[in-house]
């Protein structure tokens, strides 16, 4: 079994991506390794050579900053599908992480037994991860319906594949659903763990690739810090994070605490939480067929 990791980057020094340990953290499951490295205004693209230099191939890419690639943040789909179209032909896995999503060490048995259990079936056209998305700081996770719950990471070396709308998951052939095999892993999802004016940075670099997502755009106007008490609903986090996370946490120089016992669910979402709990309803939209 041959196993390709990609992803795509760009600025990661300027808006502190912990893409490096991204990588890091499904490397050992990775024979090769392939990152689009776009047009970067800081040490981008010598950050990412310092990683593997035998492992980890760079494809160096220009954004398109055209209004089309910008309605919905197609530019982060169309830089996914540069670094999955230069999978080699013989890999079997093509293994997706962004720049901001870390798989704890304790997982990847697990990811290697499902991808060997799963390689020679065709039916199976990727594997589904669970998410934690942390907010604020290390302690909190989001538990609202802002957050998606499960996502595509592996997908098969199948280039009828691709990256839809913006890079939050993969469809094929003409717009269809893949068919999935749950992994019983977490994807640990740190994008939203920042500096606050560091995080308000990177809203506002954000707020670049896209002209119709509205919140995004607001949140990036008149302020020089992002607001993180704006949140609905957290959770306090009770496990451990990846090793490899250990000196990021360590140079965490802000505070943030919530007081849970304020969150605030809305009723339609507390509905499906109830409706696919005690009924076995899912009403949640999902990006993907689990079969």
């Keep these: 079994m041959k196993v390709t990791g990609f992803t795509f980057i760009r600025n990661a020094v300027k808006f502190d991506y912990p893409v490096v340990e991204a990588i890091k953290s499904i490397l050992p499951l990775c024979d090769d390794f392939v990152v689009a490295v776009g047009n970067s205004d800081d040490d981008t693209e010598q950050v990412i050579q310092s990683i593997d230099k035998q492992k980890v191939k760079i494809i160096k890419t220009v954004w398109d900053d055209s209004p089309e690639m910008k309605r ?3 530019v982060f789909a169309s830089e996914t599908n540069k670094a999955f179209m230069a999978v080699p032909d013989d890999s079997d896995w093509a293994f ?8 704890h060490e304790k997982y990847l048995d697990a990811i290697r037994d499902s991808m060997l259990k799963w390689k020679d079936d065709d039916r199976v056209d990727g594997l589904l991860f669970r ?8 302690d909190y996770v989001g538990i609202s319906q802002r957050w998606y719950r499960r996502e595509i990471r592996i997908i098969r070396n199948n280039k009828s594949i691709y990256s839809y709308r913006d890079a939050q998951g993969f469809r094929k052939d003409d717009n269809q659903k893949l068919n999935v095999k749950p992994v019983d892993a977490y994807v640990y999802h740190y994008g939203w763990v920042k500096k606050p004016e560091v995080m308000m940075n990177k809203i506002r670099n954000a707020s670049s690739f896209y002209e119709d997502i509205k919140w995004i755009q607001e949140a990036g106007k008149g302020k020089d810090e992002f607001e993180y008490s704006s949140i609905d609903a957290l959770k306090l986090f009770d496990g451990t994070h990846p090793a490899i996370m250990a000196d990021h946490i360590r140079r965490k120089n802000w505070n943030f605490e919530h007081d849970i016992s304020f969150n605030r669910l809305p009723l339609k979402y507390r509905g499906k939480i109830f409706l696919k709990k005690y009924l076995g309803i899912n009403t949640f939209y999902e990006n993907f067929r689990i079969i």
């Design 72 to 74: 919905g943040g197609k």
């Design 96 to 103: 997706y992480i962004q720049g901001d999503e870390i798989v």
């Design 131 to 138: 998410y934690l998305h942390f907010y604020g700081s290390y």
